[in-house]
């Protein structure tokens, strides 16, 4: 609620006295879309936490639990959500999403992290709660086509596939269906050359870019890890996805986690159209603190397109049919976040 402050003011300012009694009916539509979660916390392992049943309460959605340890579901009003006793991995409208903090079970209820919810599920389920970046402008879409030069990236030595030359191809794939769609596309590397990392979120901001997207191509010590994974900034005190236990450097904000809610977003739009348009395994969206996104003056998220050491899949990727789909996925993304953006302003009045 206290994100609506802003609009509240905003409303004062520009209502005449005549029109106050809209204000207070559009305030009213606008709070009663989730009853508060007053005195709903409890601290499990030191982290504040919320019980699924309240959330389910606050956001007017069913509660079913099939058996505590195994599953409980949240749903209603086109939101489905599944959680499980002791996972970070969770299903948002069934795409997977990897919180900071695992689901908890406490007196025969789950509970979740207050900043898991807050910061991750609500940027999904409930955009408008949140400032949008730019005023809701998405025009100039920076893509960054990971490695290049003498960084090679992932390698499959036998199938002769390079991580740099197939996120090149990969980017300027992307690049052509967007700028299709009317956006205007720079990338950091049109070349096989080396970029540092810093240069490139230096970069995007230079350009004042709307958005940025890394495109990448996965790697593992096993040849069994597959699929595609999304990764958004992790924010400030939370625990990056290949972690367990809160570090220094959890501690820190950094310049990209202005955008947070939007990160997040962001990235659930792009994992969810990668895993219906390839078919391919879910790893989730998950978040990592990675150098280019660090910095970044605008939204972004990171693609890992899938493990160029796993044979089958090596095998798709390799195909430049497929790598066109990958990168049809990620422009579907583009474009969903975007029409969200336009929705959300629309809805808001003008500054
Ligand atoms: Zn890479």
Redesign the pocket.
């Known amino acids: 609620m206290r994100l609506l402050s802003p609009i509240i003011a905003k409303l004062h300012a520009r209502l005449c006295p005549r029109s106050w009694s809209a204000m207070w009916l559009l305030l009213l539509v606008v709070c009663s879309a989730s009853a508060p979660l007053a005195n709903a916390e409890r601290t499990l392992q030191g982290e504040s936490c919320l019980s699924l049943k309240e959330i389910a309460r606050s956001l007017g959605l069913s509660l079913k639990v099939i058996v505590p340890q195994e599953a409980t579901y949240l749903e209603g009003k086109g939101i489905k959500l599944k959680f499980q006793s002791n996972k970070r991995d969770c299903m948002v409208q069934d795409v997977k999403v990897v919180l900071g903090f695992p689901a908890t079970l406490c007196v025969g209820d789950l509970y979740i992290s207050k900043r898991d919810y807050e910061g991750t599920l609500l940027p999904i389920l409930l955009p408008q709660r949140f400032r949008m970046p730019h005023a809701g402008k998405v025009h100039r879409v920076v893509i960054d086509p990971?490695?290049g030069g003498k960084d090679q990236?992932?390698e499959n030595k036998s199938m002769g596939l390079v991580?740099k030359k197939l996120a090149l191809d990969l980017a300027q794939r992307l690049c052509a269906l967007l700028k299709s769609k009317g956006y205007e596309v720079i990338l950091t590397r049109t070349e096989d050359v080396f970029v540092g990392l810093e240069a490139r979120s230096l970069f995007s901001n230079k350009q004042k870019a709307d958005l940025f997207i890394s495109v990448?191509?996965n790697t593992a010590p096993t040849p069994q890890a597959h699929g595609v994974e999304t990764f958004a900034l992790t924010s400030c005190m939370q625990v990056s996805s290949g972690r367990s236990k809160l570090e220094a450097e959890d501690r820190k904000s950094f310049p990209g986690n202005q955008w947070d809610p939007w990160n997040v977003l962001l990235g659930f739009y792009m994992q969810r159209a990668l895993i219906q348009d390839l078919e391919a395994q879910d790893r989730g969206l998950k978040r990592a603190r990675f150098v280019v996104l660090k910095d970044l003056a605008c939204p972004g998220v990171l693609i890992e397109g899938g493990f160029l050491t796993n044979p089958q899949e090596a095998k798709k990727i390799q195909d430049p049919a497929y790598r066109q789909k990958i990168a049809i996925a990620i422009a579907e993304g583009v474009d969903q976040y975007h029409q969200t953006l336009k929705r959300l302003a629309s809805q808001t009045p003008a500054a």
């Open positions: 990971g490695h990236g992932a991580e990448h191509f």
